[in-house]
């Protein structure tokens, strides 16, 4: 026939001339991948079928009738055991395109490592692929064997299991390679145990392989449903009921054909979703990382020995470990923060590891690097929560360290806000950076950026709250300044009672305001201050000095202070005359003249004092009248009522008290002119 070996050893097989029916040795006995099977693929057609094609795969021990099965099922041209001369087929995984039909079948040839007591590489490996890379793998097995833990290859399923997990468990999830159908076909089946209590048992053997898996990390909770479908038939006799397994042969062919079966195996979600045109790539890919695990190599002799001892001293190392780094723990967890954790938590690290080379050193040396990295990433892991602390326990005192130095930098008079705050803020960063550095373990993911990013939050949030504090005690003292300014000049003013007072008055208010404005302008630039707080803090510190003024003029147009001044304003007209002197007078004085006179001049100033209303219009000042708002806490404030010192019925109230007081004076002035003429 038309045997062509290649340079890797690997045959391309025809048994008739057609391309189509042409077999390729995928992975021949060196275990190495074909170089043809791109070119393969294109000579069966399939290349550009894009999605259009299934792969499928058989599994199970040797002579079970494996090839006789695809044969019949895909009109392929597989091997079959010579029963006359009982030789052996070539070791190693065969290809075939279905007859008419656009699918990839996959037929393992090899020994039975059990049997022949040959080392089972190559079966684990080949069960791994075709496991790795079909849609749908066939797992043939003779029904006296179901049950049977070793007959069933169920030991070898555990192991294919459990590497299919490692290596492709997570490509599983995501959905790139969809799940697998695992068909069991039971062989040589005599009916007496039906069907489904051949699949009951198989079902719960798979499970308990399952179960029993040493799962990765982050997929223990994986079900065996999340990756495969089981399904379940049984063929029999061939030899004893030749024409019923021809039968029922054809009927399980129909699975593998109709589209439109409910049972049809070739379900979208088992596709692998690869071009065809890259099945080649893919499945080379597959065999590589089959090849290379580890997993699937028996351990030696050697390194089961290495593996127990280094097992051992690595928990010595690490119990002496955990004995020293224990004398820090209380301490961080108090919230101190240890001098110097890092130079410790180095030498607790460099003191395991160098313990462990010392006596693991000597052992295989793949176990030995494997358990030493084991090792540190446990050293790590137990060290990284006093890091942690660390880091929390700096960013609280690095934090209080900040809020003591802000105190102090603000406690005299003349400071720079900004500046006090731009030095308290880099000390307590770079104390933070130089201790998070620190502590800081080479070869670990660990980070302190982030607490860093917290605390430089918590900073500002102080910073602000501090200028906020300081802003108001600013105003505050600019209001007291404010005050003691204007007290003086009001006062005068308000005794003089010219009729340009309340010029005078609000022309020295507007000085005094203006100069205490740009006193706050000066010295918020230092703070910070955005321009809103800046706005905010001017309109208070105008109010508030307008509400001084109104007290301070409150305060000489008291009732009495008032009536002295009015009292005091008429003394000095009808006591004294133009001169100043006091007056004497005599019988023959027009005392009701002066007396009038001094009086109307005096009930003159009430309206003068009634209201803030300068002559000059430029003089006048304004302030926006608020109202009452719980939400913002402002009070009503109306302005144009503040103008207002004396309303009409208080006018006429003080009007006539002082005409009492006045009163007195005239009765006075008669008796002394009485009292005069008696002597
Ligand atoms: P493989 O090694 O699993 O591929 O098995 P083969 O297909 O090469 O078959 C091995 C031998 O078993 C051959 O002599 C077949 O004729 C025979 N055989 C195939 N199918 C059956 C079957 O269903 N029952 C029995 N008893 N023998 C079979
Ligand atoms: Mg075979």
Redesign the pocket.
């Known amino acids: 026939n038309g045997t062509k070996p290649n340079g890797l050893g690997h045959a391309i097989e025809n048994k008739d001339s057609s391309p189509t029916s042409e077999r390729l040795q995928v992975i021949n006995d060196e275990k190495n991948f074909t170089t043809h099977l791109s070119s393969q693929i294109e000579r069966w057609g399939l290349r550009d079928v894009g999605f259009n094609y299934n792969i499928v795969a058989v599994f199970g021990s040797q002579s079970t009738g494996?090839?006789t099965l695809l044969n019949r099922l895909f009109g392929t041209t597989?091997?079959?055991?010579d029963e006359t001369r009982r030789q052996q087929?070539t070791k190693g995984i065969w290809m075939c395109r279905g007859n008419d039909m656009s699918v990839m079948v996959m037929?393992v040839?090899g020994t039975d490592g059990r049997e022949r007591g040959e080392d089972q590489d190559f079966e684990r490996k080949s069960a791994l692929f075709s496991l790795a890379s079909s849609e749908v793998l066939l797992i043939n097995l003779w029904e006296h064997q179901v049950g049977l833990y070793q007959g069933a290859n169920m030991g070898l399923l555990k192991t294919v299991f459990e590497v299919n997990l490692g290596l492709f468990g997570k490509k599983a999830q995501d959905g790139s390679q969809g799940r697998t159908l695992l068909l069991f076909v039971i062989r040589d089946h005599i009916g007496v145990t039906p069907l489904a209590n051949l699949q009951a048992t198989l079902t719960a053997d798979l499970t308990k392989i399952w179960d029993s898996l040493s799962k990765p990390q982050d997929l223990q909770d994986r079900q065996l449903s999340d990756y495969f479908d089981l399904a379940f038939t049984a063929l029999p006799h061939k030899i004893l009921a030749t024409d019923k397994f021809e039968a029922e042969v054809q009927e399980l062919r129909k699975r593998f054909v109709d589209k439109n079966r409910d049972d049809f195996v070739f379900k979208p979600a088992y596709h692998k979703r690869i071009p065809a045109d890259g099945v080649a790539f893919y499945m080379d890919n597959i065999w590589e990382q089959v090849q290379t695990n580890k997993d699937l190599d028996l351990p030696t002799q050697q390194e089961l020995l290495a593996q127990f001892r280094c097992d051992e001293i690595s928990s010595v190392a690490l119990a002496e470990f955990t004995e020293q780094s224990k004398s820090q723990r209380r301490p961080i967890e108090a919230g101190r923060v240890v001098e110097c954790l890092g130079g410790l938590m180095r030498n607790w690290r460099s003191q395991a590891l160098e313990r462990y080379d010392r006596d693991a050193s000597r052992y295989h040396q793949g176990v030995y690097k494997r358990k030493r990295d084991d090792l540190l990433a446990v050293l790590d892991s137990a060290l990284s929560p006093l890091f942690l602390g660390q880091l929390k326990n700096l960013h609280k005192s690095c934090l209080s360290a900040f809020k003591k130095e802000l105190l102090e930098g603000l406690r005299g008079e003349e400071y720079n806000f900004a500046d006090v705050v731009g030095k308290a803020r880099t000390k307590c960063e770079t104390q933070f950076t130089d201790g998070a550095t620190e502590a800081l373990l080479e070869d670990t993911d660990w980070t302190w950026e982030d607490e860093l990013e917290s605390l430089r939050e918590e900073i500002g949030n102080v910073a602000d709250q501090c200028r906020k504090d300081e802003t108001k005690k600013m105003v505050n003292l600019i209001e007291r300044n404010f005050k003691k300014q204007i007290s003086e000049p009001v006062e005068i003013n308000l005794n003089k009672a010219a009729p340009d007072m309340w010029d005078n008055v609000l022309s020295t208010f507007k000085q005094t305001l203006e100069k205490a404005e740009s006193t706050y302008l000066a010295k918020a630039r230092s703070f910070n201050c955005t321009d809103d707080e800046n706005v905010t803090s001017l309109a208070a510190l105008r109010k508030r000095a307008w509400l001084a003024l109104r007290a301070k003029i409150d305060e000489q147009t008291a009732d009495t202070v008032i009536l002295s001044k009015l009292r005091s304003h008429f003394e000095e007209r009808f006591r004294y005359d133009d001169n100043g002197v006091p007056r004497v007078w005599r019988p023959d004085d027009d005392i009701d003249g002066a007396f009038k006179k001094a009086k109307e001049q005096t009930l003159d100033l009430i309206p003068r004092y009634a209201n803030i209303a300068p002559t000059d219009p430029s003089l006048e000042f304004t302030l926006p009248s608020e109202i009452s708002d719980p939400l913002t806490s402002t009070d009503e404030f109306d302005f144009s009522s503040t103008l207002v010192i004396f309303t009409e019925t208080k006018s006429i109230d003080l009007a006539s008290r002082f005409r009492k007081d006045a009163d007195a004076y005239y009765v006075e002035a008669k008796r002394s002119t009485v009292s005069s003429i008696a002597q």
């Open positions: 494996k090839s597989f091997d079959v055991m087929t037929d040839e």
